[in-house]
């Protein structure tokens, strides 16, 4: 039957269909793997987020609030900066960096046998900027170094800041920049 449809003889149907299960496999294996990011709403007290992640290699890892902007609008990436407190010129030779009118919980736990451990937990008051990008801002919230194993992060904004309420925020699992 599968002899020789479309030119194909049996070993090539064989063939085709380990890799075509090897990719939906390998699909389903990168599921919650780093680098995830969800939305994360800032613009209202008790806005919360969380997602479970997968950690293969011992290394360390950042939690990051991202504020997004239209990349081709550079008014509307002025806006965005200066509401998640980038840093701002005074007087020349004189700089300051107030960071975002925000206060967020984050807390990561270890997932092991259906219980949860965990393991780093920070307030953390006005995020500072820590990069950029073409189309977002990203302010490293914590760094921590994990094992191999399951993880649960989320986070928790603690007071209203109704000017981000047009702003698109997302909370990232990263691999951590440790410089040079």
């Given at each position: 039957?599968?002899?020789?449809?479309?030119?194909?003889?049996?070993?090539?149907?064989?063939?085709?269909?380990?890799?075509?299960?090897?990719?939906?496999?390998?699909?389903?294996?990168?599921?919650?793997?780093?680098?995830?990011?969800?939305?994360?709403?800032?613009?209202k007290?008790?806005?919360?987020?969380s997602?479970?992640?997968?950690?293969?290699?011992?290394?360390?890892?950042?939690?990051?609030?991202?504020?997004s902007?239209?990349?081709?609008?550079?008014?509307?990436?002025?806006?965005?900066?200066?509401?998640?407190?980038?840093?701002?010129?005074?007087?020349?030779?004189?700089?300051?960096?107030?960071?975002?009118?925000?206060?967020?919980?984050?807390?990561?736990?270890?997932?092991?046998?259906?219980?949860?451990?965990?393991?780093?937990?920070?307030?953390?008051?006005?995020?500072?900027?820590?990069?950029?990008?073409?189309?977002?801002?990203?302010?490293?919230?914590?760094?921590?170094?994990?094992?191999?194993?399951?993880?649960?992060?989320?986070v928790?904004?603690?007071?209203?800041?109704?000017?981000?309420?047009?702003?698109?925020?997302?909370?990232?699992?990263?691999?951590?920049?440790?410089?040079?």
């Amino acid at each position: 039957m599968f002899k020789n449809i479309f030119g194909i003889h049996r070993v090539g149907w064989v063939i085709l269909s380990i890799s075509i299960c090897l990719g939906a496999c390998n699909k389903s294996a990168d599921y919650n793997r780093v680098p995830l990011s969800v939305p994360f709403g800032v613009a209202k007290a008790g806005s919360n987020a969380s997602m479970d992640f997968v950690i293969d290699e011992k290394k360390f890892y950042a939690v990051t609030l991202q504020y997004s902007f239209d990349e081709k609008n550079s008014s509307d990436r002025d806006r965005v900066w200066h509401l998640a407190g980038g840093s701002e010129k005074i007087v020349a030779g004189e700089w300051a960096e107030p960071g975002a009118p925000l206060e967020i919980r984050v807390e990561i736990f270890r997932m092991e046998n259906g219980h949860r451990e965990n393991i780093s937990k920070r307030q953390i008051a006005n995020p500072h900027l820590s990069s950029w990008g073409a189309d977002a801002l990203n302010a490293q919230l914590l760094s921590v170094q994990l094992e191999p194993g399951t993880y649960q992060v989320t986070v928790e904004n603690l007071e209203n800041a109704n000017r981000f309420s047009d702003v698109k925020t997302y909370i990232s699992v990263t691999r951590a920049y440790m410089g040079k």
